[in-house]
């Protein structure tokens, strides 16, 4: 190991980071390990959103298993999981989708943990 210097993106601060002897880094990578190990308020949000992001990925695999979805599944799961992405950027706080009688919405909670709702609206009547 050695140390070289990284400079955290959300709050400035030069940190002094451990890297391996024999391994190449761009500025940009001992940023993102300065980044990644730094205190400040912005940067362990954003860990804790990243954190946030794995459960939901691991979530929606739970719900919509690789090997046993159909095409249709497949396209949903992957606009949940971009959608998750953005939020845990911070960029959109829930998104809303129909497909046939179903629908699907996704939200970040403010506890930072990730709300799926499945909704059937297939209504059934009977008359006689
Ligand atoms: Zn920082």
New binding site residues.
Partial sequence: MRTTNGV?K??G?MRIVQVSEDKEYTQEDLDRIA?SE?D?D??SMMRKRNEAYGNLEGMLDERFPDDSIDEKEKHIKKLLLAAGKEMSQMYIDAIGLTSGKEKFSLSLTQKLTFKLKITNTETEVQET
């Fill in positions: 955290c959300y709050c601060q980044e730094c400040c912005i940067a």
